[in-house]
């Protein structure tokens, strides 16, 4: 029986990794700035070559329209579709969060103590900030975009799939019906989506 040096599986892993190379390396400039998936309870990376091709335009939009570094506009891209895919949400919508709440700024913090990308507030969410290390674990890119993703889907669950009264939780506004704060995340989601 002969013996398999190589799987077709290793393969497209081999074939993907090269590809996000040759797409990322000119984008960020140097090897080490390479941003990369970080592998969670043995999670491989799944990427295909459309994701990396889609993560590539997304960030050098970010990059350009918000003023963010090609390495940090590709990680934050890389943890939108990360946990887009973990939490079911379009990285797009993430990002639009991402965009109305701190564009792009990692250190932001706001009046009322919200911290980080997309501004989770850790006395609102004790729990899921204690399940990424504390309140000082938001300024970390992938904790916060993991955290305000999963906040996310969970409010989008408990507005039976309404998205403008999960955004209108999300931003704390479900007072004020009237808040402007879905429309401006809804347009940058579909701006975005035509990347």
């Known amino acids: 029986m002969p013996i398999k040096l190589f799987s077709p599986k290793l393969g497209a892993v081999l074939a993907s990794t090269v590809f996000t190379l040759a797409l990322i390396l000119p984008l960020a400039g140097a090897a080490k700035s390479l941003p990369e998936y970080r592998q969670q309870n043995g999670e ?12 590539q335009r997304l ?9 963010v570094t090609a390495q940090n506009a590709l990680t934050i891209v890389s ?25 792009f700024r990692e250190r932001a913090i706001s009046p009322r103590g919200a911290r980080g990308l997309m501004q989770v507030k850790a006395d609102a969410h004790p729990y899921k900030v204690k399940a990424i290390g504390g309140a000082k674990s938001l300024f970390e ?5 993991h955290t305000g993703s999963r906040i996310l889907a969970d409010y989008i669950d ?12 999300y931003c704390g506004g479900l007072k004020n019906p009237k808040s402007s704060y879905p429309e401006k995340v809804l347009r940058i ?3 975005l989506k035509q990347i």
């Open 79 to 103: 943890e939108a579709m990360r946990s887009g895919v973990r939490h079911g949400l379009e990285p797009e919508l993430i990002l639009a969060i991402i965009a109305v709440e701190s564009t």
């Open 59 to 67: 960030a050098r939009h970010i990059q350009d329209k918000y003023n």
């Open 189 to 191: 989601y579909q701006d």
């Open 141 to 145: 890119t992938d904790s916060n975009i």
């Open 158 to 169: 408990d507005s039976d799939g309404n998205l403008r009264r999960a955004l209108l939780y």
């Open 44 to 55: 491989a990376d799944r990427t295909t070559v459309q994701d990396q091709a889609r993560i």
